[in-house]
């Protein structure tokens, strides 16, 4: 089995209800299963908010003062692939609403299989472990749920560290035997305490020690997407903290469930767990 990588796509669909709508420009790595995608639209004066809606996901398109709206949405990693609809809606000062629909076919997508050794005590969790696991799930969800209504994000998004790439996205994981979930990362390599750095500006959203994830930190990058940091050894920021580009977050480790040092870095929109070479990719060719 195979890990694709797709080429970068630029497709322009054109609307006939031009006086509402102008150009849909959607740049993706081919809307394949767990990719991020970037979608671009032109309202007309007096837009005063417009959305994206996708596989049940909403989230707002922020304007670049040019008449130009845009915002990244993503292809969750568990969908199924075939014809998933894409629905742009904005509202003019009067209060008329406007929709249309951009037909969109999920590619599919191929993900290899890891099995992985660990503590049983990290597989067949204790009562107290569940619970604590349960709980921790709950408190990351609903960080990822809250939406900043502003883009904080300026620079392309890069890695958070140099490294040998150990476990793709999308890996199909089973831990001692046990079919576990799909990887939802990038797990990087490298040596304790090694340096980590924002991948792009944002704001600290969640600083937790966990017991999947060990010491973690979510970053907020506006418009419902976030970076997550994954077995981190220190933690260098706070709730809260507004961060540019590069900046300290802290030191690779190999806390909560880990088998090893290593930083994963995983990324999400409006929820949905999406590879993050992909939004290295898409943020790049926006540059």
């Known amino acids: 089995m195979r890990y694709f990588k797709g080429l970068l796509l630029f497709v322009a669909l054109i609307f006939a209800a031009a006086a509402a709508f102008g150009a849909v420009t959607i740049r993706t790595t081919g809307v394949r299963v767990g990719d991020i995608f970037s979608v671009e639209e032109s309202f007309p004066a007096g837009t005063k908010s417009a959305s994206i809606s996708f596989k049940g996901v909403t989230l707002p398109l922020m304007p670049d003062g040019s008449g130009r ?6 292809v969750d990693l568990e969908s199924v692939e075939g014809p998933a609809p894409l629905t742009i809606t904005h509202t003019l000062s009067g209060g008329e609403t ?3 629909e951009v037909p969109l076919n999920i590619l599919p997508r191929v993900f290899r299989e890891q099995h992985i050794t660990v ?3 990290k597989v067949f969790l204790s009562e107290e472990d569940r619970a ?3 709980k921790e799930n709950r408190e990351i969800r609903a960080a990822l749920a809250k939406t900043t209504e502003e883009r904080l994000w300026k620079s392309p998004f890069a890695l958070p560290i140099e490294g040998r790439h150990s476990s793709p996205f999308g890996l199909q994981r089973y831990y001692n035997g046990e079919k ?3 990887h939802s990362g990038l797990d990087i390599a490298a040596a304790k305490d090694s340096e980590i750095y924002a991948s792009s500006e944002g704001r600290v959203a969640l600083v937790g020690d966990y017991f999947y994830t060990g010491n973690t930190v979510f ?12 077995h981190m050894e220190t933690v260098a920021v706070k709730a809260g903290d507004l961060l540019k580009a ?3 977050i802290g030191g690779v480790g190999s806390t909560g469930r880990s088998t090893g040092p290593h930083l994963h870095w995983g990324v999400y929109v409006g929820g949905v767990k999406v590879d993050p070479l992909s ?6 060719s926006l540059d």
């Open 219 to 230: 970053l907020d990058h506006g418009l419902g997407l976030y970076t997550a940091y994954f």
């Open 279 to 284: 939004l290295v990719a898409v943020t790049k």
């Open 180 to 182: 576990g979930s799909y």
């Open 69 to 74: 709206w845009s915002a990244l949405a993503g």
């Open 246 to 248: 590069g900046d300290l």
């Open 119 to 121: 503590d049983d005590s």
């Open 98 to 100: 406007y929709s249309e």
């Open 132 to 134: 604590r696991a349960n």
